[in-house]
């Protein structure tokens, strides 16, 4: 972690140890337990501001999840039982009618939502190029909301986010950064303008591959109560997290700095050797100076993270099929961010968007020996392709 990652006057690496614990008292446990509770002892009189209540307004495991994530992104922060629960939730806040731009190739899982909610009349959807940032920027005219992913999954664009969210704020448009991949570590959107965080904690904070959540952080803004409404939303419509995933997620957490550090050095040496491989067409990784989102990234990012992505010569589909089935130590899988190494040829979804070439295989590179995983992997291709 470079030295300028700091939040005040800790730096972020310290941060995620840290955040969340309840004050240091003699004989009591250092970090938040799980609370397994559905409802809590009742105050004396009225429900006042701050008490929990019931299992579904609030509990303590996930307010320590929160304030760490909160404190790495700089705002306060809510927990979902989902990353698409989080990223409902923000859809949810647009007017009847209104218009979200949305990258055309994001999370899979995003665009099906919006596609669906365009289907039933809720919304209009507005498919952009994100890295083009003149066609992001033409987008915005009247939108109610943009939701950005950078960088995107699978296809590692990389979008001018401080260029575009202060458009989208000068246009009165609420803006929404997916930081998954990036994590706060690596890439703070709210510190470049964004009004909205998202993620889905599934992957890289909890990082073990055990867990699904998600986390929405907001600007600190009391005219618009962003926080309110979601805090609404997710009581409401019970989009809750269960206190176990809340409390293995901040467990995961408190290993962030040194998992994204190692797995990312991994990444970037995994990129550059499979740049040089005979049966590989294209790297995708903003490390590589040959990505056209280097510059950006290394702009408005603190590191690369260790997600790429890369297409076979010849972009057959069934040659990547067969690369995922030759690994020995990666694990052909779908998710990512966790300690362990995996691969999967992102077109074998049917819900994943055409624009994604059909031999891209996409790398969610963890924190095993580099050379270990470089000769599996070589292994793989060679076997497969050559
Ligand atoms: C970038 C991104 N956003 C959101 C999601 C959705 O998260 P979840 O699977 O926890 O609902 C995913 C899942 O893969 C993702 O990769």
Request: proline share 7%; aromatic share 4%; charged share 15%.
């Amino acid at each position: 972690m470079s030295d300028d990652s700091t939040l005040g006057d800790l730096a972020s690496a310290t941060v995620v140890v840290t955040a969340g614990r309840p004050p240091a008292t003699p004989n009591q446990p250092l970090n938040v337990p799980v609370v397994l509770t559905s409802t809590y002892t009742a105050s004396d009189f009225a429900p006042q501001p701050g008490d929990l209540g019931y299992g579904r307004w609030g509990n303590p495991t996930w307010t320590a999840l929160e304030d760490t994530v909160g404190a790495l992104e700089g705002g306060p922060a809510l927990a979902f039982g989902s990353g698409m629960a989080a990223i409902s939730a923000v859809f949810a806040l647009v007017p009847l009618g209104g218009t979200v731009v949305i990258p055309d190739t994001p999370y899979s899982g995003t665009s099906q939502l919006a596609r669906e909610l365009e289907a039933a009349g809720r919304i209009r959807v507005r498919p952009v190029p994100q890295a083009d940032t003149e066609a992001v920027l033409a987008a915005l005219d009247g939108a109610d909301l943009i939701v950005l992913e950078s960088p995107s999954n699978p296809m590692m664009d990389v979008a001018d986010l401080p260029t575009i969210l202060a458009a989208a704020r000068q246009g009165g448009v609420l803006s929404a950064v997916d930081n998954t991949f990036a994590t706060p570590l690596l890439q703070q959107p709210l510190s470049l303008g964004a009004h909205l965080v998202v993620h889905a904690a599934t992957k890289y904070l909890s990082g073990h591959s055990d867990v699904l959540l998600g986390i929405v952080v907001t600007e600190p803004d009391p005219e618009n109560d962003l926080y309110g409404r979601l805090l609404g939303h997710r009581t409401i419509n019970g989009a809750i997290p269960g206190p176990m995933e809340a409390w293995l997620a901040l467990r995961g957490m408190r290993t962030l700095a040194v998992r994204i550090e190692r797995a990312s050095a991994n990444a970037a040496e995994l990129a550059r050797r499979l740049g040089d491989h005979p049966a590989v067409s294209q790297v995708r990784y903003p490390g590589l100076s040959s990505h056209p989102g280097h510059q950006r990234a290394l702009a408005q990012m603190r590191g690369f993270g260790a997600m790429l992505s890369f297409e076979l010569v010849g972009q057959s589909a069934e040659q990547a099929e067969r690369v995922c089935a030759n690994v020995r130590l990666w694990t052909h899988t779908t998710s990512l961010g966790g300690v362990e190494s995996t691969l999967e040829r992102r077109r074998r979804h049917g819900g994943e968007s055409v624009l994604v070439p059909e031999s891209l295989i996409r790398l969610s590179v963890g924190i095993e020996d580099v050379d270990d995983l470089w000769n599996d992997l070589q292994q793989a291709l060679e076997a497969a392709v050559l």
